[in-house]
């Protein structure tokens, strides 16, 4: 079954600091997507990224970036020098094969950047 | 601005009562999906629809109902509500333009219905 671990459930920085959100994921497909989303305390989800498995190039934009390693079945999102309006609750998804449009979501991680 | 639109914004519900959450989006993407987001549970899936006149069961479908009359709307009905549907619920919708099983499409999410059951 498909299963996507956020072990972190909190992160708390000090602004302008590295911060880097674990995504371990389980799949028994050779095909897939990632995806990262963003929930800020407004509530609204918001769309981050989408990687296929096919494409195991890093991926960066601006002071995002992302690392996903299908030997260790990892996709781990890196803000860099951080910011109080990155505090949110980040969630990593994966695909379904059982249904080709549907989205597992791990547990999502709380990260909070303090001034 | 297009988009997935959801009311009611939030909603207090009477155990027993019947509700229907509506979702709307005007971006004409052929899956919508309904979520519900509960603390330390991440969002889970209760039922979508890959096109209109079709739809199908999540992770979480017991105590809720879904139709696809039209492409642009996906209304959730919870018969019955209880407590434990107490929760934020989310709509999402995906372009989906492709038949291909291996193939998944970004989901773009509505701005939610807070509910509580009373």
């Known amino acids: 079954a498909q299963k996507v671990t956020q072990a972190q459930t909190e992160i708390s920085v000090v602004e302008k600091e590295d911060v880097t959100l674990d995504c371990v994921y389980e799949?028994?497909?050779?095909?897939?997507?990632l995806f990262w989303y963003k929930q800020p305390p407004s509530g609204e989800l918001v769309f981050l990224i989408r990687?296929?498995?096919?494409?195991?190039q890093n991926e960066i934009s601006g002071r995002y970036s992302w690392n996903f390693q299908k030997s260790t079945s990892s996709f781990n999102f890196t803000i860099t020098a951080s910011q109080v309006v990155d505090s949110a609750v980040y969630f990593c998804?994966?695909?379904?094969?059982?249904?080709?449009?549907?989205?597992?979501f791990g547990q999502g991680t709380r990260l909070t950047i303090n001034p | 601005i297009a988009g997935i639109t959801q009311a009611p914004t939030s909603q207090i519900l009477a155990a027993g009562r019947r509700m229907t959450l509506r979702c709307t989006q005007d971006?004409?993407?052929?899956?919508m999906y309904w979520y519900r987001q509960d603390l330390g549970l991440g969002l889970r899936l209760i039922h979508y629809?890959?096109?209109?006149?079709?739809?199908g069961k999540g992770e979480v479908p017991d105590g809720y109902s879904v139709s696809r009359a039209n492409t642009d709307d996906f209304p959730l009905t919870l018969a019955s509500a209880v407590p434990s549907q107490t929760s934020v619920y989310f709509c999402?919708?995906?372009?989906?333009?492709?038949?291909?099983?291996?193939?998944?499409?970004?989901?773009?999410f509505g701005p939610g219905t807070r509910l509580t059951v009373l």
């Open positions: 990687r296929n498995s096919f494409d195991e």
């Open positions: 971006m004409r993407h052929n899956a």
């Open positions: 799949t028994r497909d050779t095909t897939y997507y």
């Open positions: 629809s890959n096109t209109a006149g079709t739809t």
């Open positions: 999402a919708s995906s372009a989906a333009v492709t038949s291909g099983r291996a193939f998944t499409d970004t989901q773009y």
């Open positions: 998804a994966l695909s379904d094969p059982q249904g080709a449009q549907k989205l597992v």
